[in-house]
């Protein structure tokens, strides 16, 4: 930790990195006392123009991910939309001594939360409602509503505007695409995907892809 408060590595420099970086500054004009000094970007390839709209927020890019692992060990964050690659990445930081830091926009909307996993991204506009559990490196995009008493496990992502109605299970790895709805008391399998716009009135096998309204497997759609 340095003399100005946490310091943190955001991994990836796309779309939701920088989200990530908003959600930071944000975060550090509403809770001075909690300060997160961004120490700057990682990113193995990243692109002209991702570099440019970093550099135009005042950031810097780091280099490539091996080399930033050679580094003092500090504080993370996965700001990588991929459930799966999220993971993969979380397993290299861990075991080089990193630790994953949360953070949560202060225009989110938080009941009373029984926990917050470590890494955690939580942007503005996000309702999580009463009882709730988040796993690790949960992502929660923009707007999106997470009702009672569900249950997120590590490394899923919620896109923006999705509802995930009360008494629900995510499990590991699985995403949730912008505008779905997923009803109450229903499960959505590990590393599944549910479409954008879905609306999901069943549960969701493992590894699944289901689109439309009622949400189907994809392969349904396909050979029709």
């Known amino acids: 930790?340095?003399?100005?408060?946490?310091?943190?590595?955001?991994?990836?420099?796309?779309?939701?990195?920088?989200?990530?970086?908003?959600?930071?500054?944000?975060?550090?004009?509403?809770?001075?006392?909690?300060?997160?000094?961004?120490?700057?970007?990682?990113?193995?390839e990243p692109s002209s123009l991702n570099l440019e709209r970093l550099g135009a927020l005042g950031h810097r890019w780091l280099g490539p991910l091996d080399d930033q692992l050679l580094a003092d060990p500090g504080h993370f964050i996965l700001a990588v939309g991929n459930p799966a690659v999220r993971a993969a990445l979380d397993s290299r930081f861990v075991a080089a001594g990193w630790s994953a830091q949360t953070v949560v926009h202060p225009a989110a909307v938080l009941g009373t939360v029984r926990e917050i996993g470590a890494g955690s991204v939580i942007c503005a506009g996000v309702q999580l409602s009463t009882n709730t559990v988040l796993g690790r490196h949960v992502h929660l995009n923009p707007s999106a509503v997470i009702g009672h008493d569900s249950e997120l496990s590590d490394f899923v992502s919620v896109n923006p505007g999705a509802i995930v109605s009360g008494e629900v299970r995510v499990l590991e790895r699985a995403l949730i695409g912008a505008g779905a709805v997923i009803r109450q008391g229903l499960t959505v399998g590990a590393s599944a995907t549910v479409g954008a716009s879905a609306c999901v009135t069943r549960d969701v096998p493992a590894g699944e892809v289901v689109i439309g309204v009622p949400a189907r497997p994809m392969r349904t759609f396909d050979v029709e």
């Open 1 to 44: 930790m340095s003399s100005g408060g946490i310091e943190v590595v955001v991994v990836g420099a796309g779309g939701f990195g920088r989200e990530t970086l908003d959600v930071i500054a944000s975060h550090n004009r509403a809770r001075p006392e909690e300060h997160i000094v961004v120490r700057g970007v990682v990113d193995d």
